[in-house]
């Protein structure tokens, strides 16, 4: 895999997301997989589309994201969508997950206030799970989705400093760390973005590399 | 039915609950349906355990109140639990109507958290239903429990003075009116509450009247 835009290279891909957390998880995860092809960011297309995220599935936001971007830029798109599903919210916040305190994006807020509407419900019922669906989208509009999921349970505190969203309060089953408190290829290779991406590689290498 | 607690008269019913807006609209639905048993808040048993709402379901949490309440004063007891299901979030906030926001009882709050979590849900996915869990408990632990529902869908921004919780933001189907801005007795002919309430008075007659 080639990362970027440097002069002279094919273009292969581009990651349809704006979010720079999500675009260097997708890329590490990518380059785990060696599918070879460049991977290019929103970046190097100014103007591209900010795409409203209106799918009641996380399937449905991937897919409205990649299509955008493949139209825009002319070139195999990918997007993911994810999010954390809490069992004790009947599986809320879901494709909420960046704006359930209302604030789009502000990962702090959104956290505390799953801590705090959760905050009776007993140990036992504390199960949740990460989600993830990526997109893959060609320019002649093919597309082709696959899903990823890790199941685990809510801390009552946040805990570590890497990822990202309610990474601080998710506890993947059988572990003792946090997702932010794992080192990054640790928890690529059992999170819901390394799945649902993994489980893409090969459609991605057929098709493009 | 005797509202209060004159000299002499004998106690038939509490009502096992704290909310004052509750307290009200409990009263006003028990008199309507013509249950001859005197009525009393918990305002005349001080001591009166708080009880916490751990349950998962309204019925749960109904009886718990109502439980406790009646091992507390040996008197018949009446609790409701209730809130507010929203399809596209999964039938959320549910069990923690009270709560949402994190701060227990912020009617504003919560009320606002709802519609700013759902701001970008187009009109044809707004659907919601109030859900009212009433449940009658006899001092030896003989317990029953009736359910009522109202569907209807989720203004934009809070209309009405009239109610409390939710009500300035649910317009019940075929009404243009919200539950706030509904006269009272109009409302409780069609609440989840009205409905409930009425399911067991028969019980509560036949019992206690």
Not at 76 to 104: F, K, Q
Request: net charge negative; charged share 20%; proline share 6%.
């Amino acid at each position: 895999m080639t990362v970027g835009s440097q002069a002279g290279s094919t273009p292969g891909l581009v990651l349809a997301t704006a979010n720079q957390h999500k675009l260097i998880e997708l890329t590490r995860i990518l380059a785990a997989s060696h599918v070879d092809v460049d991977v290019r960011g929103l970046a190097d297309f100014p103007g591209a589309p900010e795409v409203q995220e209106t799918g009641s599935t996380f399937a449905e936001n991937a897919l409205l994201k990649a299509h955008a971007v493949a139209a825009f830029t002319g070139l195999p798109a990918v997007a993911d969508d994810s999010g954390l599903c809490v069992d004790a919210l009947n599986g809320m916040p879901g494709v909420l997950s960046a704006r359930w305190s209302g604030r789009h994006g502000d990962d702090a807020a959104n956290l505390r206030l799953v801590l705090a509407q959760i905050s009776d419900v007993p140990e036992e019922r504390r199960g949740a799970q990460f989600v993830c669906a990526a997109a893959l989208v060609l320019p002649d509009g093919q597309e082709h989705v696959s899903e990823g999921v890790v199941r685990g349970s809510l801390a009552r505190e946040p805990r570590g400093q890497n990822g990202f969203g309610y990474d601080p309060i998710f506890l993947p089953v059988n572990s003792t760390l946090t997702t932010a408190e794992m080192d990054p290829a640790d928890k690529d290779k059992i999170s819901h973005r390394g799945r649902a991406l993994r489980a893409l590689a090969p459609v991605i290498a057929a098709l493009i590399g």
